[in-house]
């Protein structure tokens, strides 16, 4: 049977379950890492979560998200740098060494200047980041996210946006969902391990037709992502973290959560069968 050591699922996936029944059913399946996000950490102590983690055997792979750095006010793009600071709080006291960064736009925005302010807020929690240890890793995303969710839409963008800034403690996070449609996919995979920036990988399916933009992902196999193929190339250029399953799935969710991750985790040792 494939070892789940290097299986990790974000809390989103499961997103009925709060805190400790995902940490509990996690551990119960043989699942090694979890990704946990900022909602599920309201009302409730970040050391106190990474504790109850640990104590079950999970390793905190990282904490999701920071980022939305794009602004039309800089009341407002001040607010997004003091809440990415208290993420950076938030991801030490829990014990994760990373932070998911999707980005932001708006369309009140033109994304050269979006480009601009994502690098500006970058460079202003950088030195917070670095002082607890943490890594940012930018998470670029579908062009179909452009208008108000990530100004950083392609793989070879992020890597552009790491080299100018070219901060040991800044990666990327690549996720096939977001870049698995780009031809030029391959050569900035391995420009971006030659890097050292390829700092976390995450697995899930596109589905035909998606009814929904962001709440129709699929379980490895249900679609039409090459994840087989895409992970070789993301391996060869040296990553050896884990493999993280975020899905976000209003049919999914409507599920008893119990099958929804068994049929995961099924879905992940036929993946790597």
């Given at each position: ?9 974000h809390?989103?996936t499961?997103?009925p ?5 995902t940490v ?7 699942v ?6 900022r ?7 970040p050391k ?6 640990r104590?079950?055997?999970l ?7 920071g980022?939305?750095f ?7 793009r ?13 991801a ?16 009140d925005?033109?994304l ?32 179909m ?9 392609t793989?070879?963008q ?54 929904d ?12 992502i ?14 050896d ?19 929804f ?13």
């Amino acid at each position: 049977m494939p070892d789940l050591s290097r299986l990790c699922i974000h809390t989103i996936t499961t997103k009925p379950w709060g805190i400790e029944e995902t940490v509990e059913n996690y551990a119960a399946a043989g699942v090694g890492g979890i990704t946990v996000w900022r909602q599920t950490l309201e009302g409730r102590d970040p050391k106190k979560v990474g504790e109850l983690i640990r104590a079950a055997g999970l390793t905190t792979v990282s904490l999701c998200r920071g980022g939305f750095f794009v602004a039309d006010s800089a009341a407002a793009r001040h607010a997004a740098i003091a809440d990415n600071l208290r993420a950076i709080d938030e991801a030490a006291a829990l014990g994760t060494p990373l932070i998911v960064l999707l980005c932001g736009a708006s369309p009140d925005v033109p994304l050269a200047e979006g480009r601009r302010q994502i690098q500006s807020g970058i460079e202003a929690i950088l030195p917070h980041a670095a002082a607890n240890g943490i890594r940012l890793a930018v998470e670029p995303l579908h062009p179909m996210y452009a208008d108000n969710r990530s100004a950083i839409n392609t793989l070879k963008q992020a890597n552009d946006l790491c080299a100018v800034v070219a901060s040991p403690w800044l990666g990327v996070t690549f996720d096939v969902y977001h870049l698995w449609w780009d031809p030029d996919l391959e050569t900035e995979i391995r420009r971006c391990g030659e890097g050292g920036w390829l700092h976390a990988f995450h697995i899930c399916d596109w589905l035909t037709p998606t009814i929904d933009l962001l709440n129709d992902r699929g379980i490895m196999g249900e679609g039409c992502i090459p994840i087989r193929q895409i992970k070789g190339w993301v391996q060869e250029a040296g990553f050896d973290g884990f493999d993280e399953v975020e899905i976000f799935s209003q049919r999914h969710w409507a599920r008893e959560q119990g099958e929804f991750l068994q049929d995961i985790v099924a879905a992940y040792q036929s993946l790597h069968a």
